[in-house]
């Protein structure tokens, strides 16, 4: 198949076009890339902060759930011990309880007769209407509320049910109230600045008066981020409380957005929210942002000068060399023609130059417009009998000789080897109008030359005719002439291929 | 800790307020409805010992009251804060609070004779009936023993009891919130009363001061006057009867903490539009106010109440008499609330609205 040869514009063309694709490419696919970058470092920053959160909601559920239990079998141990004691007399009794309570470090060690009279460390009181796990005549189990006392202060009540005999009377339960402002310090976090947590109960009252950040505060949650989510949201985080569940809410109060994390606290009826600043997460976010996104820009930057800079420099280069190869082209172009047209041996034009040269000057002579030419037919004398007493070398030194003489003499003219012993020669210009005193002064060194033993060369010449219709009306004519001139310069004594035959014969 | 701080201030300003009140009034002014800001001022929870010091490290007290019911748990309340500031003082204070189930003169009588044989520096008596009582206490005065009256009833104006702390203002209680009620319908239409006790001197002042306020009014009338004994129920049940005997009743007068959360219930079983008025803050008559089913009640300051009884039974103890280091009554405020005032009464009283 063969194409259509390429330019080098085209070329150039193609390079920038792919420069630029290769450059488009590549700028894409790193803002994709930084795109994907940033969604997955928000997905993984997201995603690491709700594990944080979650996990601080667990441990610190943990630590409550912990202090529970741990203190129900403190409860177990000091009504054994007090069982054990010898108890005589109701300061006997305010006494051990004392002890306990101080060992147990407690806001409130008690022990409650089968009447629901309440003994304290320092006091004995009926206790029916105030402690509401004595609402039933019997506690068959261990039981957890929360005491809200006058002025907002707030107790974990922690109850058991026992079955010792004191001083004569029944006792039915044993309870301990923890104050919640222990329990908050208990859970504090180190971070208190950047990181809230608060203690709810199942309608979203914020019982340890701890602060969730400054938008909810010590309000109620439910109140706090009512129209701040949907509907389904906000209900479904309602029955989470109800149902005293485990999850997530992200909600906006304004203009930012904050995610709580919220676990229930086993058996309390309690669920502990905890929440990051939201500051803190977005200053986070932000600063990744911008570190991918400047880490990017100068990448693209970069990018963009190196692509540059390289298709500049590609650019040069491929018009270099396509230069180059071009001008290699025409060299070799000139000299493969200059190959065809020139005889190897003397260096002047050959035969095929010479038919170009014809063909060109019939084409002239046929338009009428060739004028002052004057063909020369030249043939060596003597070249086979040099060729077959002294060797090729020799005949090929002869031609040499013979084409020197025919250039020296027809300065102005062209000289072809058109055979072996044969030259034409073309006359035009100056060449033309000093062809007769050339042609002479040529035949009088030849027949200088039939005395020296030198190179003989007959000539027959023409000018070119108005009945000419071709160069080769010349030759014809030219190359009578030269045979005749050949006669002439055998009477005189040259050599000739008849003389040498001759010879040879004899 | 800033929280802390500003709550600490709050009620420090909250006791102030509230001593500037008790200082200028014997109770309240019908004239001046109290605003919800004011809400905080109904109780005092930040108390501090006065300059008193005791003369003894180790007090025992034996005090007893009408019924076991949160109104007494809220001046156990004052006096366990009292005790505790005691207690830092270096000072060790031992003390009974005892009621019985339901109120009863008897079971009273019956405790304080047992006081009597008990190592206390001081008994102090919610009086159960003025008249059954103060005969006893003038026995255990008699006997040596050191008594004074707490709370809501102190005994009969002639009883030896050596001092009262408590609300001394009753009458004027049951008079202004009559007065309120009476407002509300325009000054006519046929009343109910609710009363606790029969004898427990503050539900009877009460009652007084009611039917003497109703009285005022040529075009109100009473058509009749209970007694709950203390008992929801039964103050449930007595409206209920009271509605059916009297379906046009257009406002119901509660003198004690049982009555209108009995009432309540009635009212809104039996889709009535009867205006109730009641007395202190149980958790539930504050529910009906906030949904504006009672339209107002009167708060004691329990307390206050509590708080007070033990630094002025500490004194008596050391054998002082009414006089420069307190008063023969020590009184204590009781304010009007309305409903808007409900939901941050639950939240200081509870700690949570919608509990």
């Known amino acids: 198949m063969k194409g259509k040869k390429l330019s080098e514009k085209a070329v150039a063309v193609t390079a920038a076009i792919g420069s630029v694709l290769i450059m488009v490419t590549v700028i894409a696919n790193t803002y994709w890339a930084s795109k994907q970058a940033i969604s997955s470092t928000n997905e993984a920053v997201s995603a690491v902060s709700a594990f944080y959160l979650e996990s601080m909601a667990d441990r610190r559920a943990k630590t409550i759930t912990n202090l529970i239990n741990n203190n129900f079998d403190y409860m177990e141990k000091a009504v054994s011990v007090i069982d054990d004691e010898k108890i005589e007399s109701q300061e006997d009794l ?11 470090s407690l806001n409130r060690f008690a022990l409650v007769d089968e009447d ?112 701040n989510v949907s509907e ?30 919220y676990e229930p606290v086993a058996d309390t009826g309690w669920e502990l929210v905890v929440m990051i600043r939201e500051s803190v997460i977005e200053d986070q976010f932000q600063e990744i942002r911008e570190k991918s996104l400047a880490t990017n820009r100068r990448q693209i930057l970069f990018l963009l000068a190196l692509a540059s800079m390289f298709s500049t420099v590609l650019y040069y280069m491929i018009r270099r060399v396509a230069k180059e190869k071009l001008e290699e082209e025409k060299e070799n172009s000139k000299v493969f023609k200059s190959m065809a047209n020139t005889d190897s041996m003397t260096g002047v034009r050959n035969k095929h130059a010479y038919m170009e040269t014809e063909a060109q000057l019939n084409s002239w002579i046929r338009e009428g417009a060739a004028d002052k030419l004057a063909l020369v037919v030249c043939d060596i004398n003597g070249l086979k009998y040099v060729n077959d007493t002294q060797g090729h070398a020799a005949g090929d030194e002869l031609i040499k000789d013979a084409c020197s003489l025919i250039c020296n003499v027809f300065s102005h003219g062209s000289v072809y080897r058109t055979g072996g012993d044969e030259f034409v020669v073309l006359l035009s210009g100056k060449g033309y109008d000093t062809r007769d005193e050339v042609i002479a002064d040529f035949n009088r060194q030849v027949e200088e030359n039939i005395g020296n033993g030198d190179v003989v060369v007959s000539i027959g010449y023409t000018t070119l005719q108005p009945s000419d219709e071709q160069l080769h009306d010349l030759f014809e004519r030219a190359d009578h002439m030269m045979y005749d001139r050949k006669k002439e310069l055998k009477s005189m004594g040259a050599r000739t291929r008849e003389f040498d035959e001759d010879k040879q014969q004899q | 800790m800033s929280e802390k701080m500003n709550n600490i201030f709050r009620k420090f300003l909250i006791v102030a307020f509230s001593l500037v009140i008790a200082g200028t009034s014997s109770g309240y002014s019908a004239e001046a409805e109290p605003e919800a800001e004011d809400t905080e001022n109904v109780v005092d929870f930040e108390h501090s010992l006065d300059d008193y010091v005791p003369a003894k490290k180790k007090y025992n007290f034996y005090f007893t009251y009408k019924i076991v019911h949160p109104w007494w748990d809220a001046v156990a309340l004052g006096m366990e804060d009292a005790q505790k500031k005691y207690l830092d003082k270096g000072i060790v204070i031992t003390y009974e609070y005892m009621a019985p189930d339901a109120a009863s003169y008897e079971d009273q009588t019956k405790r304080l004779l047992q006081a009597m044989e008990g190592d206390y520096d001081v008994i102090g008596v919610d009086v159960a009936d003025e008249e059954k009582i103060s005969p006893i206490l003038d026995q255990m005065i008699d006997a040596g023993n050191k008594v004074m009256t707490f709370s809501s009833s102190d005994a009969a104006p002639d009883c030896k009891r050596i001092a009262y702390v408590g609300n001394t203002h009753n009458y004027q209680d049951g008079a202004d919130l009559t007065e309120a009620l009476c407002e509300k319908l325009g000054y ?32 109100m009338e009473i058509v009749a006057v209970e007694y709950d004994q203390d008992s929801i129920d039964l103050a449930y049940d007595l409206t209920m009867q009271m509605l059916k005997d009297n379906p046009d009743i257009a406002g119901f007068v509660c003198c004690n903490m049982s009555n209108p959360v009995g009432t309540a219930r009635a009212v809104t079983e039996l889709g009535s539009k009867a205006v109730i008025v009641g007395m202190d803050h149980d958790q539930e008559a504050l529910h009906y106010l906030r949904d504006g089913i009672i339209y107002c009640l009167g708060v004691q300051d329990c307390y206050s109440i509590g708080f007070d009884t033990l630094q002025v039974a500490v004194k008596i103890a050391d054998g002082n008499l009414p006089g420069a280091l307190f008063p023969d009554k020590t009184d204590e405020s009781t304010t009007i609330i309305y409903q808007e005032d409900a939901a941050p009464m639950l939240e200081i009283l509870y700690g949570d609205v919608s509990q």
């Open chain 2, 188 to 219: 006519k239409g046929k009343v109910g009363i609710l009363v606790g006790s029969h004898g427990a001197p503050c539900h009877e002042d009460r009652a007084e001061g009611a039917k003497d306020t109703i009285a005022k009014y040529k075009n």
């Open chain 1, 116 to 227: 629901d009279i309440v003994y304290t460390q320092y006091t004995t009181y009926t206790g029916g209407s105030r402690h509401p796990f004595l609402a039933k005549k019997t506690l068959d189990d261990k039981m957890i509320s929360t005491v809200f006392r006058y002025g907002s202060s707030k107790d974990l009540c922690l109850a058991i049910p026992i079955d010792i005999k004191i001083m004569g009377k029944q006792f039915k339960a044993c309870f301990v109230q923890i104050d919640i402002n222990d329990i908050v310090d208990l859970l504090a976090f180190d971070d208190q600045e950047s990181t809230h947590f608060a203690l709810y109960s199942e309608n979203g009252s914020n019982i340890s008066e701890t602060e969730l950040g400054q938008l909810i505060g010590t309000k109620n949650i439910f109140d706090a981020t009512s129209g």
């Open chain 1, 94 to 104: 305010r006494a051990a309880i004392g002890r306990m309570k101080s060992l147990l």
């Open chain 1, 232 to 261: 389904d949201k906000w209900n479904s985080f309602r029955d989470d409380f109800a149902n005293a569940k485990r999850g997530t809410l992200t909600f906006t109060i304004g203009d930012v957005v904050d995610t709580i994390c």
